[in-house]
Structures are given as C-alpha cells and as structure tokens.
C-alpha cells in the first residue's frame, strides 16, 4: 500500500513546512472543515509548526447530530424487536440522559455495522425482527445510505428502516463565513470525491475567501495549506483541487443520483449550532416507508444540552477545547459532556487524544 | 462509580451518562478503563496488578505463576487459534517476568452444542503449542454450560515457571536513559482478528503474529541479564497501553519516534479505513524492552538472530522528564502525548 509511505513522508512533509513559513507574510485563519483532517492536524502537530492559525471546523457528522435524533435512537433502541444499527463512534455519544453503549449494556440490541448494506442484510437474515439503521454523516455516507433503503425497496424487505440525521457542507460553510472571521477553507476531500466542488465556486467568489479541496494524509494537508497561503498572499479566491487523486470537479455523479432519488433537502437543526437553512436530508415521500421515526413513532423527548458544554463554540471555530473550562476535567472521552468529546472526528476527542492540555492553546 | 467534583458546573446538573454500574466491553479492553477497574478490583484480592506474572517465591531460582482467559472470536484465525494463543498468551507472561515455562494447567468452559470436532482440534493445537513450547499441561479441568450461557468454547490457562539466573525484568524497573526496543511489528493480531471476522469482507492476507517468546526472552537475558530492565508484550490496548502502564509502573517517561515503530502496510490500511489506532491493536507475538543503553545494541543484535526478533528495532528512549507519560515525536517533526486507549476497540480478542 504505497499511498501511506508517499502522503506520510516526513522529508517531504518538513520541505512542505519549510515553504509555508517562507509563504506565509501573516498569521492567516484557516478552517479545515473535515473532523478527519482535524485529527491528522492534532495527531502530528501539525497546527504547532505553522505560522498560520488552524481553525477546526464543524466537519463531524457525529457531533452535530442533534440530541433529539439521538434520544430518538435511544427510544428506539429499547424495543425489544429492534435490531439497532449503527456505526460505532455513535454509540458513546451522549443523549438526554444515557448513551447507545449503555443502553446495550442493559439489554439492548445495539450492533456495530461497518456499512448500511450489512444492516439490510442482517434485516433479511432476522424476519421476525425490526432492523433499524442511524443514517448519520455528511454527503460521503449519503450515498449509500440511499442504496442501503433503494436495496431494500428492491428486495421487499419490510423489516428494514433508517433513523436520518444528514447533514450537508456548503450551507454550513456559508453559515460560519457569514458569522466567523476565516480567511480560507480546506474543504474535505472525501464530500468531494462524492459531490465535486461546482458547489463551492459561488461560495469562494461571493466570500472572497480561498477553498482548497484537501485530502487527509499529512502531505494532503501541508500541501493544502500551502495552497490557500498562496492564494492568500496573491489576493485571489477560487477553488483549487488538492486531492487530485481522487476528486473530480463534478464529483461521482451516479452516487448523486442516488441521494437525489431518495432523499430530499431540508432545514436541518445541527447540535451545537442550530438550525442552518436547506442543510440537511431527509427521506423522500415515496421512501417514507423507510422511516424508522415515522415507523416507531418516537417524537422528541424534552432533550436537554450539559450547560458545562461549549460545544457549539467549538464546531463554529470561535473556541478551541483548552479554552473549554470542562475539558480534561469534567469532560473526557470516558465521561463526554458533549459529542466533540466522542467521535473519532470530534475536535475535542482529537485535542485529548493528541494529549494537548487544558487551559492553553498553543497554536 | 460517580466521582464526585466540587466543581459548580457538575453541582448544578448531575453528569449525565455514561458511567452505569454495570460492566462494559470497554472494561475488557486492555485500555485505561480495565485498568481502572483491576485498580478496584486487585487490591481487594490483595494482589498487584502492574506485572503480567507474579514471583510467588524468593531465593533462587524464584518460582513465577501466570494465569489467563482466553474468549478470542472466532476461535479459528489465521495464524493462530483459541488453543495456541492460550498456550502462548501464558508462556509470554511468564516470559516477560524473565521465566522459563515448567507446566501449564488448561481448565476449559464448553457451551453445550460445541462441536467435538472442534473440542478435539482445539485440544489438539494446545498440545502442539506446548509441545513447541517445551512445556508440558500437567492438570486441567471441563466444565460445560448450557446452551446460551457461553459463547462456544473459553479456555483458560495457567503457567509456572522459574526465572532464567540474571533476570530481573520488572515493569518497576524502567530507568530514565534506557533504550525502547520493539521485537517485530505491530498490529497484526488485532487487525487478522477483525478481517476474520464476518462481515467485513477483508480480502487480506493478514497473518496473526501468535507465537511463544520465551526463547526470545532467554536469549535476551543470556546477553545482557539484569541490564534488561523491562519487558512486555503489548497485547490488548496494544502498544500505547502497554506503554503508558510501564511509564507509569516505573515512573518515568518515554519518548517514542513515530517513524521508528514498525506499522504494517496492511495494518496500517486496515486501522484508517476502521478509524483505528495501530497503536491500540493488540499483539501477541512482539514484545517491548527497556534495556540500559550500554547494552541495548547487544540485545537487539542478539534480538534480531532469532526469528521471532528478525525485525527487532530501536523504537525511543525512556527520560526522566513527564514520568508517567508517554510522548511521540510525530512524522514532521512535532510532538504528541500517546495515551492508553480509552474504552473499547474491539472486544473478544484474545
């Protein structure tokens, strides 16, 4: 597997350093906007050699997933004919009052799945059973997502539901540009590879900032920052394609297609920051069979945010985990106030995990 | 247990999850939550838990005791099985405290249904294991539940062994100067273990690293005696916990060079596609010493004669400084404290 040893060069990644620092004329605000990239950055120290400021964006699928949608999940979870599906970074993260791993620790039927195809199967292994999918993530897990319910509408299996929390880049981004001071975005490679970047033109022109399509590798991410520097100190705004590897500018068009046909755009209310206008996926009426809300029934449960949690501060970039009085105090992965904390794309899990400490922020 | 802070944002709103009072998989982990809990656990048994192996003896030669559980799913992996790793889990045990294995006893917990088949072949791989080993099973003990009240097949073994003359290797010992040595790659089992799971389809050729490291050990000691300070093998909650727990053990702190810890391409692969740590996968056929510096390039030369040592590297150094904690200078050049895995990874391992 070459591409770990070519990406991960640490020759190359110090030249890469090097050139940023002899870029870079001020400390530009730079938002990646991918939890992935964010762990890469923390993980190597990334943000610690640079001379520009590293903002950590909203880009975790997990963390933004409303409270409610997880109460609803928990609701769901506790029937004793659900089979309850889910990736594994969703099942410590923190509703109202428990978490998904210790509903399962209770008796729950809560399984770790590592693709929605294999929950459709389990539903035609399981007859008798009610199989239920927590569709979360941005448009990467989207698409098969959708070919998880199209295979399902296809092979009549009726036992077969996704609970949908999908969330949508762009109309975020335009949300902290219009209320955050960011120079310039590294958007995430793998939402490209799916989507393109056709989206994010009228965003770099009409904002005046630079957008990099930047993948996840240390060298990806070096080479990104020095891309929007460049562009920065040049005066320009456009987009620019880092992963060229793997990202094309319309994107992976039958995997659109498949989002479209079954899903529709919604307001969508992300946790932590609220509701972002047509930010979101929802089933399609003629999909809605699919459904596990509608199919359960379970409606919003009174859900109630720790008021120790910043987390809303943290996913729009205005503050960093050691600014949080509760990190590696009150808050820890083992004891999460809040879903940064959780996920492996949370900022808060990559800030820990890195073991930067509390009450500084070094970069 | 609820811990409780004087801090007024947990007076005001009680925490709001996670902790229950049942047992977690992540309990089982090998990571800091296990090793919260055998810090509960063990001194009320008034037994110590920072060694892999007890000296139940003084005076020389000391008599060493391990004992272990094995619950690995599937029973069958490439590489290795339920059998070999129980035979091998225990000798490396004993090893690590710087013995040679004398006897082993195997006490098995069978699910009723298991087929006998399996029983014979796994009875049969733990002969074959000990007998490469050098060790005999002197006693054992079947005991069968009912359907549903195990999961197949648990294997349980429990070693005795003498310390090689010189060996002294503690996980107290660890000196500030010392050098780190890693015995092979990492990540192999744990990973082997995943892909053979069903339904992740890996098409890999992936080969668990199962095997006894007690020849290792000896010759290891044979060369350098006492000055091998520390050993262990990193196995659930892999390298990083075993690190942090010998940080800890001995107070000190450890500096590791993330180019210098040999990562599998396959393994490597597999843990970003899975989001997982190399580093918190288990092991069960590599081991990591502290060796004071004079005689570290003599044991890792003696290390490297061996086969299961051929790739023995040099992967950091043990510093006075941050005692408990270990820290990893990262591939471009910045720093970044490596902790012990938090939680579950993957349960059912070994």
Known sequence: MRYLDEYRDPVLARRLIGRIRAAATRPWSIMEVCGGQTHTIVRQGIDELLPVRMIHGPGCPVCVTPLETIDRALAIAARSEVIFTSFGDMLRVPGSTTDLLSAKARGADVRVVYSPLDAVRLAVANPGRQVVFFAVGFETTAPANAMSVLKAAAQHVPNYSILVSHVLVPPAMVAIMESASVDAFLAAGHVCAVMGWREYEPLAARYRVPIVVTGFEPLDLLEGILMAVCQLEEGRHTVENQYARAVRRTGNLPAQAAVRRVFRVSDQVWRGIGPIPASGLVLAPEFAAYDAGLRFGVAGTGAREHPGCIAGQILRGTKTPPECPAYRSLCTPRRPLGAPMVSAEGTCAAFYNAGRPAGQERS | ?350
């Open chain 2, 1 to 350: 247990m609820m811990a409780v802070s004087p801090d007024p944002v947990a007076a005001t709103c009680p925490l709001p999850l996670a902790e229950t009072e049942r047992v977690l998989l992540g309990h089982g982990s090998g990571g800091q939550l296990m090793a919260e809990l055998l810090a509960e656990l063990g001194p009320r048994m008034g037994a110590p838990t920072v060694e892999d192996a007890a000296l139940v003896t003084t005076g020389t030669p000391q008599v060493v005791m391990s004992t272990d559980a094995f619950v690995v799913t599937p029973r069958f992996f490439p590489g290795g099985d339920i059998g070999s790793l129980a035979v091998h889990g225990t000798v490396n045990d004993l090893a690590m405290r710087g013995a040679a294995p004398l006897a082993l006893s195997v006490a098995f917990i069978v699910e009723e249904s298991l087929p006998l088949d399996e029983l014979r072949r796994v009875t049969s791989s733990i002969a074959r294991a000990a007998r490469a080993c050098g060790v005999p099973v002197v006693t054992g003990d079947t005991k069968v539940v009912g359907r549903g009240a195990a999961d197949g097949l648990y294997v349980t073994t429990t070693g005795i062994g003498v310390s090689l003359p010189g060996a002294e290797p503690s996980a107290t010992r660890g000196r500030p100067g010392d050098v780190v040595l890693l015995s092979g790659p990492i990540g192999l089992h744990g990973v082997t273990i995943l892909g053979t799971r069903e339904g992740l389809g890996f098409d890999s050729e992936l080969v668990s690293d199962c095997r006894p490291l007690h020849r290792l050990v000896a010759a290891m000691i044979a060369a350098a005696g006492p000055a091998v300070h520390v050993l262990r093998d990193p196995t659930r909650g892999g390298l990083a916990s075993a690190l942090n727990e010998l940080a800890a053990a001995s107070a000190v702190g450890v500096v590791v060079e993330e180019d210098a810890v040999p990562v599998p391409a396959q393994v490597a692969a597999a843990c970003d596609l899975l989001g997982l740590d190399p580093l918190h996968v288990a092991n069960e056929g590599c081991l990591v010493a502290f060796v004071a510096p004079d005689r570290a390039e003599e044991v890792l030369a003696v290390m490297r004669g061996l086969d299961e040592g051929a790739q023995a590297t040099r992967i950091g150094t043990v510093v006075a400084g941050h005692p408990g904690r270990v820290v990893m200078r990262t591939l471009v050049g910045s720093t970044r404290v490596v902790d012990m895995l938090v939680g579950e990874q993957l349960p059912r391992i070994c």
